[in-house]
Every structure is written in structure tokens, then in C-alpha cells.
């Protein structure tokens, strides 16, 4: 994962709507981009406190 967290901590992301996937077939996927998403907000967020 490039974020480096478990798949549990990933998996509460995507609950909360923090981190952005699509269903596939069974699978979640999470783009790159997506990733890039998450990271900036978190920046933001630390800026802004």
C-alpha cells in the first residue's frame, strides 16, 4: 500500500469516506490518484491547524 498502513486502518478510510475505491468485482480498488487526494487533504488539514 503507499500509504503504509494495514489493511484495517485502509479499510476504515474507505468507511468513513476519507479515502476514495471502487467496488470491482469482489476487490476495492484505490487509484493512485485517489491516494495523492488523501494526502493532500491531510496537508491541508495540518496547515490549516
Same mark, same amino acid.
Given at each position: 500500500m503507499l500509504l503504509g498502513f494495514g489493511i484495517s486502518k485502509v479499510k476504515m478510510k474507505i468507511a468513513t469516506g476519507e479515502l476514495?475505491?471502487? !467496488?470491482?468485482? !469482489?476487490?476495492?480498488?484505490?487509484?493512485?490518484?485517489?491516494?495523492d487526494d488523501y494526502v493532500r487533504d491531510q496537508v491541508e488539514r495540518q496547515e490549516a491547524a
Open positions: 476514495r475505491s471502487i !467496488k470491482d468485482g !469482489k476487490y476495492r480498488r484505490i487509484l493512485p490518484e485517489w491516494v
